[in-house]
Nanobody, 124 residues
Framework: HVQLVESGGGSVQAGGSLRLSCEVS????????LGWFRQAPGKEREGVIV????????DYADSVKGRFTISKDNAKNTLYLQMNSLEPEDTAMYFC??????????????????WGQGTQVTVS
């Protein structure tokens, strides 16, 4: 059974950085992907960034390219989201998600059957 647990959210000033973590367990899809989504108040959940499970191939939303970086530590079964140069527009609940196939943008949440509980990021 796939389980995802996010952590690392918080409140930062504009221009600051945060590193989110997602502990992954029970995931056995070598051709799948792990990604981050976010949902701001009054807005739909949107895909942010994704990485293939068997490689380091990534894809990004245009809004975060050059500022956010996704990485994974297979030994620790952990997915990371390094967020730099944060802007107030980045304020949202951030979710870790997993899929059993490789998905590129636009990321569709319906194709990600596994989700974490979310971690709040607030940029002021």
């Amino acid at each position: 059974h796939v389980q995802l647990v996010e952590s690392g959210g918080g409140s930062v000033q504009a221009g600051g950085s945060l590193r989110l973590s997602c502990e992954v367990s029970g995931y056995t899809y070598p051709r799948g992907c792990l990604g981050w989504f976010r949902q701001a108040p009054g807005k739909e959940r949107e895909g942010v960034i994704v990485v293939a499970t068997d490689t380091d191939i990534t894809d990004y939303a245009d809004s975060v390219k050059g500022r956010f970086t996704i990485s994974k530590d297979n030994a620790k079964n952990t997915l990371y989201l390094q967020m730099n140069s944060l802007e107030p527009e980045d304020t949202a609940m951030y979710f870790c998600a997993a899929a059993d196939i490789w998905l590129t943008f636009p990321l569709e949440q319906s194709k990600y059957p596994y989700w974490g509980q979310g971690t709040q990021v607030t940029v002021s």
